[in-house]
């Protein structure tokens, strides 16, 4: 018979907090940002940080409601003049529902040639996410080069009224605490929405990016599958 622990010596596991919903997927997501944080910024985080860090996002979660759902008014978009001095960024993805993976596309829109990242990622969830993970990888990729006054734009209405303070919408609260991190380290960021005829190369450059299988490069911009 095999010998078990004296239970004096065994660890209970806190208490969540979570009433409902599946931990897993949190933990998956904690994982993948912390590799990030690993390759980008040479962070390192400890195993205990990285579930507590996923329990403390599934229980917001699970007190925030319905992923879909939009809280505040509606709101009325309209395009947004170009500052003199700001450098244009297009963002989109692509998502497949039946391998949950998402493929996104940027273009930094810099002279005398642009820079297009393509990247496919995945454990993606919804649409809505992918276009929220595709602005987020451009930032780091604006941070890598130094600019300082940005302009991003997408056709997602959604994410453009959560970035400016609008609409709030649980499922997207870990990726706009993100991008919301990031924009503090330029001097000045703006998100504006544009109609989707206006953002065809970022949407080319994120289906493109599904049917990616080795890295290759494109003008000046790696394209490596995640």
């Known amino acids: 018979m095999a010998d078990w ?32 944080r690993f390759v980008f910024e040479g962070v390192s985080a400890s195993p ?4 507590s860090s996923s329990i403390r996002l599934a229980r917001e979660w699970s007190i925030s409601g319905k992923p879909e ?4 008014k509606k709101h009325r978009l309209i395009e947004v003049p170009v500052l003199s001095g700001t450098t244009r960024i297009q963002t989109d993805a692509a ?3 039946a391998r949950t993976i998402a493929g996104i596309g940027g273009i930094i829109h810099l002279p005398p040639r642009n820079r297009e990242i393509q990247l496919k990622m995945e454990f ?4 809505l996410m992918a276009k929220g993970l595709a602005l987020r990888e451009v930032m780091l990729r604006c941070q890598d080069l130094e600019l300082h006054n ?20 649980a499922e997207l609260h870990s990726v706009v605490a993100d991008i919301t991190e990031l924009s503090r380290r330029f001097a000045y960021v ?3 929405w544009i109609p ?10 994120a289906k493109r990016a599904l049917n990616v299988a080795e890295p290759l490069v494109v003008g000046n911009a790696v394209i490596a599958p995640n």
């Open 124 to 127: 993606i969830a919804s649409p």
């Open 196 to 205: 989707r005829e206006r953002n065809v190369e970022a949407d080319m450059l």
């Open 150 to 169: 940005l302009r991003f734009e997408s056709d997602s209405s959604t994410l453009v009224n959560y970035l400016n303070h609008v609409a709030s919408i």
């Open 5 to 36: 622990p004296a239970l004096s010596n065994l660890k209970a596991l806190p208490p969540t907090g979570i009433a409902s919903g599946n931990l897993v997927p949190w933990i998956i997501w904690n994982i993948w940002k912390s590799r990030n």
């Open 48 to 51: 205990e940080d990285t579930l």
């Open 69 to 72: 759902k939009i809280e505040g």
């Open 95 to 97: 998502w497949c529902s």
């Open 190 to 192: 703006a998100f504006v």
